[in-house]
């Protein structure tokens, strides 16, 4: 199975920064969409930012101008930077592996961010 490993997670203080990373696969990584999603206490999971391998990318108006996602393809492992944090980016933030070929999906453990006072 194709298994993705997620770290970076904590707890940070309003405007605060943490980075997120997910690492894959190689054969698999450079052919296919990774995303982010996150799922916050008592909501259903929401898609956060997307890139895919031309290094485009997109995000959700809530993260816009906080959020960077980049890609090191030598290093199969997609990042999530996140700035300016705020309270309501407290969630559990998982990775998401997409080949749009065959709709195949696999998801990372899952990494906690907790943005309090």
Do not use: H
């Not at 997120?20 to 999971?45: E, N, T």
């Not at 453990?109 to 907790?114: A, F, H, K, R, S």
Request: with cysteine; glycine share 10%.
């Amino acid at each position: 199975q194709v298994q993705l490993v997620e770290s970076g997670g904590g707890l940070v203080q309003p405007g605060g920064s943490l980075r997120l990373s997910c690492a894959a696969p190689g054969s698999i990584f450079s052919s296919a969409v990774m995303g982010w999603y996150r799922q916050a206490p008592g909501k259903q999971r929401e898609f956060v930012a997307d890139i895919y391998n031309t290094g485009s990318t997109n995000y959700i108006d809530a993260v816009k101008g906080r959020f960077t996602l980049s890609r090191d393809n030598d290093k199969s492992t997609v990042y999530l930077q996140m700035n300016r944090l705020k309270p309501e980016d407290t969630a559990v933030y998982y990775c998401n592996l997409w080949v749009e070929e065959s709709n195949f999906k696999a998801w990372g453990q899952g990494t906690p961010v907790t943005v309090s006072s």
